[in-house]
């Protein structure tokens, strides 16, 4: 999608810490870090939020989630524990209107989110 921030990221139109990637998902360092790791892991296909998702897109989104859990593996944080969100819309705080799962660790999360 020519305006998305994502999309170009994907396409190397702008540069991005890259961490990941396969034919269908990439994965990137957030550019603004809220924890030792925060990857955002992200469709390579153009879906704008989880509102948008279809059944068709089931496996993209297994492939997403199961992504970010091999990162945490690979990075030892899985065992200690890390944390994986969606934003979604307004109220959310969705910025990048294209799919993308946080994957935030090496620190001790708070709950409830702010
Ligand atoms: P969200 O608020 O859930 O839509 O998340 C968007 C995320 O994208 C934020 O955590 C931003 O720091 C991150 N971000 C924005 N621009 C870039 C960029 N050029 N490269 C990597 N991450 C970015
Ligand atoms: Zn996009």
Redesign the pocket.
């Known amino acids: 999608m020519a305006d998305c ?2 999309c170009k ?1 994907i396409t190397r139109e ?4 890259i961490v990941y990637e396969d034919d269908r998902v990439l994965a ?7 924890a030792p790791t ?1 990857v ?1 892991v992200v469709p390579k296909r153009h879906i704008a939020s989880l509102g948008e998702l279809s059944d068709g897109d089931d496996q993209i989104v297994g492939e997403v989630v199961r992504r970010a859990a091999a990162i945490a593996e690979e990075r030892g944080i899985a065992a200690g524990g890390y944390r994986t ?3 979604t819309n307004r109220d ?6 294209h799919i ?1 799962l ?1 994957l935030l660790g090496g620190r001790s999360m708070k709950w409830p989110p702010g």
């Open positions: 921030l994502f990221i702008i540069p991005a810490s990137f360092n957030d550019i603004n870090p809220q925060h955002l969100v969606f934003n959310a705080g969705q910025t990048v209107f993308h946080h």
